[in-house]
């Protein structure tokens, strides 16, 4: 059973930078594509970064390009996001997870979840 375990959430000022970490066990970190979703009260699962296991290449969707930033290390089995320019509206629960691919929107179509950690934006 695979788990996923997140670190590095916390309080920071609008404008400010936070970077989330994530260590895998249980399964094989080469074979799957890690993404980052988060979930605010009240709202649904969104994406919001996620790198493939193929080549490393990146998805985000438009309100995190330019300001988050996701890598793997294997050898280490960690995902890293880093969030830069934070906005209040970017506070929620940050989940790491594991699946097949990054093409799918579908948060049930991932495999692992990580119990998550919490980013709050605000002064």
């Known amino acids: 059973q695979g788990h996923l375990v997140e670190s590095g959430g916390g309080l920071v000022q609008p404008g400010g930078s936070l970077t989330l970490s994530c260590v895998a066990s249980?399964?094989?970190?080469?074979?799957?594509?890690l993404a980052w979703w988060r979930q605010a009260p009240g709202q649904e699962r969104e994406a919001v970064a996620c790198?493939?296991?193929?080549?490393?290449?990146?998805f985000l969707p438009d309100f995190a390009e330019g300001r988050f930033t996701i890598w793997r290390e294997n050898a280490r089995n960690t995902v890293g996001l880093q969030m830069n320019k934070l906005k209040p509206g970017d506070s929620a629960i940050y989940y790491c997870?594991?699946?097949?691919?990054?093409?799918?929107?579908?948060?049930?179509?991932?495999?692992?979840w990580g119990q998550g950690t919490q980013v709050t934006v605000s002064y």
């Open positions: 997870v594991a699946g097949y691919s990054c093409g799918t929107a579908d948060p049930d179509d991932y495999d692992y």
């Open positions: 249980g399964f094989i970190v080469d074979d799957y594509a």
């Open positions: 790198i493939s296991s193929t080549d490393d290449e990146t």
